[in-house]
Structures are given as structure tokens and as C-alpha cells.
């Protein structure tokens, strides 16, 4: 009874979910609407993003390259030239709004209302500017394998785990060029510290760890930010993310893990968080008080970083590709071969 | 570019088409198989849409000797395929009476060597059906559960769009006993779908006189394009080889594996025929196996074990998981773990404080990583006293007991290859005294009552000795009380402080010999002891105070130390 109780109130909790969504929709000002060339089974990816021009070049490129077929992506109130630099581009669909990044829940009413207006039925990839996707085979195989493959496998998620990459020294050391590859600089990664717990009303992974926990965290880790994310999904008008992409409703959808002692197929978010770029941000988001729990991770960071900015240790691991993360346990190729 | 025609027409060799998907690619493949002189009969499914069917008929155009099959709409696991084969396989024989050969493939199979190796290696071969046929009985290899089922049965729901009604309709049938009646004289086989069958067997089978009857009977058997060729040839064929000719490997789910452009060395080495199934965007293994290739015919035989071995090891990582691992994929529920941690490792109990180097000694003579207490209450005293130990793990104690087993199984994952062993005692987390308690890998020695040697050196308040013995003492006896008993699963070795002394050297070489196995080597130089004058009054001190000091064994109070140790400070004793 209890159970469909339970049941019954993340069903309401979606539905809530999508109307906020669509409520939400409102807020959104479209800037170039593209979408009209998307063709069925083209691999979306969503963004919301504020300030990230010089990131901007390399993201697209990358993901172009892995096989996105289109770009759908929120603009909140930049001034530094993203806005005007995105709608130029010939894959990209835009929206911006000057409205409140904490008060759409981070952004996520935002993307939900778009993932239902303009993915069903596709595999939609939702990532922030600094976050770069690894998956099994990445370097052979572009992202329509991957896709076509879990289509086939019936999955209709994908798991890819957070890795905060850091440089060695300060993180400020080396400035990170427009166009660059971030990992030229933050190359660096921990490659066993994570803590795994499992949510047990929506069934993901809760994952912290990572230089984070180790460098910020080390007196309240259970403050650490979450590292488990659920990029990549078959999307269904009624799915809804929940928290980030931390975890999606239905809860059928966290499931990306194993719990019979085997291994499904998983992937890895690099995260270029940590460049020179970093102090600049987290000042300026300790200023806007627009994220998360009051900010309380920026300003643990800021209070680090005035510091001593050098993540880096004796047992960083540098590197080099999918297959170095696959041997290390932090993403694993399931039973793809 | 391609000259046509590119092989010399040789009729003998004919395929049947089954095309469904991805029409660019089966249109590409079958005028490879139709270039390479195989007339050719293709059967493109109903679901197919008529524009998509008329591009695939205009590719085709033009090119000689490729017939079309009634088009019927085939659903995977039912009768159709097989009805839309034998139609297929009718008109074959009945246009190409030179054929001596049917071939059956699917529009996502590739050809991997120049067809002319293929005829060959058929012509010396001219009475012999390839058909996988495996007795029903005796196989194994049936995914979901439904071997003999599939012939008993009734299966009116789709597997894949009513699974609900599907195993629902299976369990009630079991429940009321339903058995059908399979027609005499047959014996089920079941198989790989894709045959090689002789012309002889192929025609003995379309025009059996029972075949009315057979065809009734597997029109409702489950998936009968695995079963029934391989059944009914095992009734007419002369000389049945039961493999296939075509590489197709399937995974834990019975879901066929895919090759990608990565594969490409892997399938030119395997030197089989047909391989399926290939990713329809595998541009390179396209453009690389539908090259007419004039080489010299050879006649090597198929040998497909270096792809059995990859998809063996990806259904292993599938199904069993590296042992010891927790991550994002892979979150063992309690009691599925096959196994808590990755490799052995060895706790030791009591023996830095009857040794005073006994870390920095047991790290020299076994070459282990030897860490302080890890599960200390301050923090994990990591070798060296380092902050940060592999793969980042931080000796912060809030961390580390934010989820002490997952630090434990990183700790062991991340320095798998080299030998962990870490000190605990009665002050530690009592947590972890439990998690070592149930892991098998775990190598657990103990000398009880030695947590009482650092209270006798202390020069605290005599009080505040008694009251942490008492703790410490009362906190020892239970975690030895959980070590004795029967749901310990870890490996254990206790002695009292009083054994232990007794024969000090004999039960450092079976530790030691415990860590490196291999080495076995005397042991040439023994741990500093701890300085144990007045050690026996220390604990008639603390009986007189009323706190009986009992896990450490007998000492008597007028300071007799074993005699066979050396005394703190003297040369290390070479034993003999």
C-alpha cells in the first residue's frame, strides 16, 4: 500500500514537474528558431548557459564531432557575446530570459519545457558548457552507435558520473584560450574516491567525491556536490529531469546501475570546471546567490581557492582517453563490444 | 571503381534475401552477392514503406539474376520469417536449376571474403547442409528460460510489444499442465537462424508429403526461424555440419552483438564467410569487404575464436562485474556483491603495540603497503601519514565515514597488484571491525590484549589507565567474540599477548609468509619489542584496582618475560 502510495505521489510530482515546465516556457524568449530542421532520430543536446563565450567554440565542436545533430540551447541574460555568437550558428536554436536561473529550479523548468516541446522521441543529451561527454568506444564510434545501440538494449537511459579535471599547480596558472581544448590544461582527475549511496525513493545513484569533496569538503562531505548524472535519455514527452540531470521521473529512468553484481554500460562527464576562469566565476555567482542551497558550495570554494588553488596531489591521475577510465572502474563498457 | 561484371558467373552458389531495415545498405550488399554471380531471391518485409521499396527496387535495377519474393510482414519470433523464407527458397530452386547451394542471409549480413573462397570451399564440399542443430534437450544456450517450452506451448502475444500478456500466458499454461503435441517422427533442434543448405536437402524439405502437417505444427511454435529448418533438416539432410556459415554471436538477452568499424582487423582475421550484425553506419567495413578483391582463392577455414573470446569477456563484465568494485554501473544490492573487496589484504591487531617498528619492518620484509590504524577516529593514518592516499582518498574522518566499506573496497580497488595491510585495535571504529569480519579477502591477526602495552608506557593518571582499559578491554572482547563466530567470513589468527611471546619469531614467519606466499623466505631480522619490564606488576596493578585484565592470557606479576625474545634495544636475534 505504501508502495503505491509512493508511487502515486512521484506521479503527482512529475505532473507537477511538466506544468511548471510549461508554465516556465513562458520565460523563454526565442532568439533563432531552428528547430524546424530537426529530422527524426537526430540526436538533440540541451544547454542553459550565461557568460561562456569563450568556452562556446570548442563545446560546439566537440559534440558536433561525437555526432549531435542539433543544438538546443538557453541563453540567461549573457552580456558577453554568447547570445549573438550562438545564433549565428547554423545548428543551434536559441532562447534567452533575463528571468531567475534559481527560481526555474536551476534552470531544469527551463530545459524540461523545451525537452517536451522538441525531443520526443529522440535521444536528447542535456549538459552545461563545461561538462564533455566520454562514452565507451567514443574515439571509434560516434554518438548514433551509441544510441542505436541502447535503442536495441531497450535502455533508454544513460548514466555518465561527473570527473572533476584540475591542472597541476594553481588552477589559475595556465589562462585557458578561446577554441582550446580544456583538458590540455586540466588534464588531471582522482581516480578512486567516490562514495556511492543509493536514493531510495527515486532508485539512482547518489555519487559524491572527486577532488571536490577531498579539497572543499573535507569537514562536511555530505554537503559535496552530487557527481551522478543521467546525460543521455530516450526522451518521452512525460519524462521530467528532476534535480539538474542528477535523476528523472519516471524512476525507472535512474536505473543506469547493475545490482545483481554485474555491470551495465556507463560513460563520464569530464568537467572543465576548473580553469582560470573559475575565481572570476565563483565570485560572480557568490554575488548573484542563484545556486544551489544558497550558493554554500561557491562560497566553500572561494574560501579554498583564496588559499591555496592547487588540487592537484602525488596520486592525480593524468588523462588519456575511455579506456584508462574503463580500466580504472569509473565508467565500464557493460556488455557493448 | 568497380567493373561489372567483376567475377566470372558461377551459378552454383544462390542467396536468400531477408531484407527489413536499412534498404541503402541491404541494396549495397545485395548487388555485391549479385556482381559476384549469385542469383538471388529477395524477400523485403511488408513493413517496409512502398517508396522506400521502390528506391531499393531502382538500385537493384539492371543487375542480372535477382528474382523478388512475395512480400509478407514478419514479426520477430513468429511464422512469417519462415513462411517468407520457404517462398524464397521455392522460387530459388525453381529459377536456378543450376544452384547447388542456398544460402540464407539478412540484409545487415556482410560478406567477409571474395565469394569465389565461399564457392569453393562449397564445392569440396557438395553433399554437406551448414546448419547450426543443437537437440533441444541438451543445449544450454536458451535465453529467457523456454527451451522445450517453445515447442509445447501455445504463443498467441508478441514477446516484444505484449511481454505482459506473453509471460503471463506462459506461467498459466505451466500452471494447467498444457502440453501440445509435437508431430511424430520430429525431433526438435534449434539453432542459429542463418543456414547453408544443399539443394537436395533444401527440396526434400519444401516438398515433403508431411509438410502440411509439419508447417501447421510450427506455424505456433515460439521463434520457429531457429527451429524449423534446423529441425527438418536433421530428417533429410545426408551430411549435416551443424554450425553456421555466417558469424553471428548474440549476447546475455539473445540480443545479436553488432560490429562497428573498430572490429575491422578482428573480422579480417576471423576469415569467416558472412558476418552480421554490421552497423549500418559502419562505412568503413562496408567499403572495405564490398571491394571486389581479386586475390588468389583461399582456403583457410573459418576460425571466429578471437570474436567468441571479445564477446565472451563483454557478457562476463555484463554479468558478473569486476569483484570489488562499486561505481556508477555497477551497485551490487547487498549480498550480490561476488565478493566485498578486489584482492586480499591484512589486518593486524595488537602488533605495532608489541613492536614498536612493526609497520616499517613488515613493510621491509613482505613489501606490502603497510598503513597505520586507517580506521582510526581521527582520521585514516595512510602510510607515511600521508593526507591523500590513492586515487585520492582523503584521510579526513568525515569523509572516510561518510561510507567506511566503499573506503575500504577503494582502497583495496585503487593499489589492486600490491598488498595492503593496515593496523586496527579496540580504539578504532567498531564499524569497520565488521566490515573486515565478513569480507573473505580479509587475513585478520590478532594478539589480544596488547592495547594494554602504550597504557603501561603511558604516564596518564592511573584512573584514567584503568578506565581506557577497561574500554579497551571490553571493546576487544567483542570484536574477538564476533571473529570467532560463525558469520565471520574473513580469515583469522588469534593469539593472546602470552601466546604470541611464547613463540614470537615462528608466528611472525607464518605472518609473513601469509603476505608473500611465494617468497617464503626466512625471516633474517625480527621487529623492535616493546620494552615489557614491569609489565606483569603494571597488570597485578590494575586487578588490585579492581579492573581484571584478561584477553592479554597469563602474566606473572614477578616480571618473567618469555624467554625466547630479545630485550628492547639488543641487536635483532637471527633464528636459526
Known amino acids: 500500500m505504501s508502495k503505491l502510495l509512493e508511487a502515486y505521489r512521484l506521479r503527482v510530482r512529475r505532473k507537477r514537474k511538466l506544468l511548471r515546465a510549461i508554465r516556465k516556457r513562458r520565460e523563454l524568449r526565442s532568439v533563432a528558431d531552428r528547430t524546424r530542421e530537426i529530422r527524426p532520430g537526430d540526436i538533440l543536446c540541451f544547454t542553459t548557459l550565461r557568460n561562456e563565450r569563450i568556452r562556446l567554440s570548442y563545446f560546439l565542436r566537440y559534440y558536433r564531432d561525437l555526432g549531435v545533430d542539433h543544438f538546443l540551447m538557453i541563453d540567461n541574460a549573457s552580456d558577453d557575446g554568447s547570445r549573438e555568437f550562438l545564433a549565428e550558428q547554423p545548428d543551434v536554436s536559441l532562447w534567452t530570459t533575463p528571468h531567475s536561473y534559481k527560481r526555474s529550479d536551476f534552470g531544469t523548468d527551463w530545459i524540461n519545457g523545451l525537452l517536451r516541446r522538441h525531443a520526443h522521441g529522440h535521444w536528447a543529451l542535456v549538459v552545461d558548457v563545461d561538462e564533455f561527454l566520454v562514452y565507451p568506444f567514443c574515439d571509434t564510434r560516434p554518438l548514433g552507435a551509441l544510441v542505436d545501440w541502447l535503442d536495441a538494449s531497450s535502455m533508454r537511459s544513460f548514466g555518465a558520473m561527473l570527473l572533476d579535471m584540475y591542472p597541476k599547480g594553481p588552477i589559475d596558472a595556465v589562462p585557458y584560450r578561446a577554441g582550446q581544448d580544456p583538458f590540455e590544461i586540466a588534464s588531471w582527475f582522482d581516480s578512486g574516491n567516490y562514495m556511492l549511496e543509493k536514493n531510495p525513493v527515486y532508485r539512482n545513484l547518489w555519487i559524491q567525491g572527486g577532488p571536490r569533496m577531498r579539497a572543499f569538503f573535507g569537514d562536511n562531505p555530505e554537503r559535496a556536490p552530487a557527481l551522478n548524472k543521467i546525460p543521455l535519455v530516450k526522451w518521452h514527452r512525460g519524462n521530467a529531469f528532476v534535480e539538474s540531470t542528477h535523476m528523472l521521473l519516471p524512476r525507472g529512468l535512474n536505473l543506469v546501475y547493475d545490482q545483481w553484481g554485474g555491470e551495465r554500460i556507463s560513460g563520464c562527464l569530464l568537467h572543465a570546471k576548473f580553469l582560470d576562469t573559475f575565481r572570476e566565476k565563483a565570485r560572480e555567482e557568490l554575488n548573484r546567490r542563484q545556486h544551489y542551497a544558497n550558493s554554500h558550495e561557491y562560497r566553500a570554494y572561494h574560501e579554498r581557492l583564496s588559499k591555496d588553488s592547487n588540487l592537484w596531489n602525488q596520486w592525480s591521475e593524468k588523462y588519456i582517453n575511455w579506456r584508462q577510465l574503463e580500466v580504472l572502474g569509473l565508467m565500464s563498457k557493460g556488455n557493448w563490444a | ?576
Not at chain 2, 591477526?445 to 581506557?468: M, Q
Not at chain 2, 617464503?520 to 619489542?529: C, G, N, Q, S, V
Request: proline residues 7%; aromatic residues 10%; charged residues 25%.
Open chain 2, 1 to 576: 571503381m568497380k567493373l561489372f561484371p567483376a567475377a566470372p558467373s558461377d551459378p552454383s552458389l544462390g542467396v536468400i534475401l531477408l531484407v527489413h531495415s536499412s534498404l541503402a545498405r541491404a541494396a549495397q550488399v545485395a548487388r555485391h552477392w549479385a556482381e559476384s554471380g549469385c542469383p538471388l531471391v529477395i524477400h523485403v518485409d511488408k513493413a517496409v514503406s512502398a517508396q522506400e521499396h521502390a528506391e531499393f527496387r531502382r538500385a537493384l535495377a539492371g543487375l542480372p539474376d535477382i528474382l523478388f519474393a512475395p512480400r509478407l510482414r514478419c514479426e520477430w519470433g513468429k511464422w512469417s520469417i519462415v513462411r517468407a523464407t520457404q517462398a524464397a527458397a521455392e522460387i530459388m530452386l525453381e529459377s536456378f536449376p543450376e544452384v547447388r547451394h542456398v544460402f540464407l542471409a539478412s540484409g545487415s549480413c556482410l560478406p567477409l571474403r571474395p565469394l569465389a573462397d565461399l564457392r569453393a570451399y562449397l564445392e569440396r564440399r557438395p553433399q554437406t547442409d551448414f546448419i547450426e542443430s543443437a537437440n533441444v534437450e541438451e543445449v544450454p544456450w536458451i535465453v529467457g528460460g523456454l527451451g522445450q517450452e517453445r515447442f509445447t506451448l501455445r504463443f498467441p502475444f508478441a514477446w516484444k510489444k505484449q511481454r505482459r500478456f506473453f509471460d503471463a500466458h506462459v506461467r498459466l499454461q505451466r500452471r494447467l499442465g498444457y502440453c501440445r503435441r509435437i508431430p511424430e517422427g520430429i525431433v526438435p533442434h534449434i539453432g542459429s537462424q542463418w543456414w547453408c543448405l544443399t539443394r537436395r536437402t533444401l527440396t526434400a524439405i519444401l516438398e515433403d508429403p508431411r509438410r502440411r502437417e509439419y508447417d501447421r505444427y510450427f506455424s505456433r511454435v515460439w521463434i520457429p526461424d531457429e527451429s524449423y529448418f534446423q529441425t527438418m533438416a536433421r530428417l533429410h539432410a545426408r551430411r549435416l555440419e551443424s554450425r553456421s556459415l555466417t558469424l553471428a554471436k548474440f549476447d546475455h538477452q539473445g540480443k545479436p552483438h553488432m560490429f562497428y568499424d573498430d572490429h575491422l582487423q578482428l573480422l579480417i582475421r576471423s576469415k569467416c564467410f558472412v558476418a552480421r550484425k554490421i552497423w549500418p553506419k559502419a562505412d568503413l567495413l562496408y567499403n572495405t569487404f564490398l571491394q571486389t578483391r581479386e586475390s588468389q582463392p583461399c582456403p583457410s577455414e573459418p576460425n571466429p575464436n578471437p570474436i567468441d573470446k571479445l564477446f565472451a569477456s563483454a557478457r562476463e563484465r555484463r554479468v558478473r562485474g569486476r569483484t570489488g568494485l562499486y561505481m556508477q554501473s555497477r551497485f551490487p544490492a547487498p549480498g550480490r556483491e561476488n565478493g566485498l573487496t578486489c584482492a586480499p589484504y591484512s589486518v593486524f591487531e595488537g602488533f605495532s603495540d608489541l613492536f614498536t617498528d612493526f609497520e616499517t619492518w613488515l613493510s621491509r620484509t613482505t613489501g606490502a603497503r603497510v598503513h597505520g590504524h586507517l580506521f582510526a577516529r581521527h582520521g585514516a593514518e595512510f602510510e607515511g601519514g600521508q593526507d591523500v592516499f590513492a586515487g585520492g582518498l582523503s584521510s579526513s574522518a568525515a569523509v572516510r565515514d561518510r561510507n567506511p566499506r566503499l573506503f575500504l573496497a577503494s582502497l583495496i580497488w585503487n593499489m589492486r597488484g600490491e598488498h595492503q595491510a593496515f593496523q586496527y585495535g579496540p580504539d578504532d571504529s567498531p564499524e569497520a571491525g565488521h566490515l573486515i569480519a565478513q569480507d573473505p579477502n580479509a587475513r585478520i591477526s590478532v594478539i589480544t590484549g596488547a592495547w594494554a602495552i602504550p597504557l603501561f608506557h603511558s604516564s596518564l593518571n592511573f584512573n584514567v589507565i584503568r578506565k581506557i582499559a577497561a574500554l579497551r578491554q571490553r571493546a576487544e572482547a567483542a570484536h574477538v567474540d564476533l571473529l570467532r563466530s560463525h558469520a565471520t567470513r574473513a580469515r583469522v589468527r588469534i593469539w593472546s599477548l602470552a601466546e604470541f611471546m611464547e613463540n614470537s619469531m615462528e608466528n611472525l614467519q607464518i605472518i609473513a609468509d601469509t603476505i608473500s606466499p611465494r617468497a617464503m623466505r626466512k625471516l633474517t631480522e625480527a621487529p623492535r619489542l616493546a620494552n615489557l619490564a614491569g609489565f606483569g606488576k603494571f597488570l597485578q596493578d590494575l586487578k588490585n584496582h579492581g579492573m581484571h585484565p584478561y584477553m592479554m592470557g597469563n602474566f606473572p606479576p614477578d616480571n618473567i618475560q618469555p624467554i625466547r625474545l630479545r630485550p628492547s634495544g639488543a641487536r635483532p636475534r637471527i633464528m636459526k
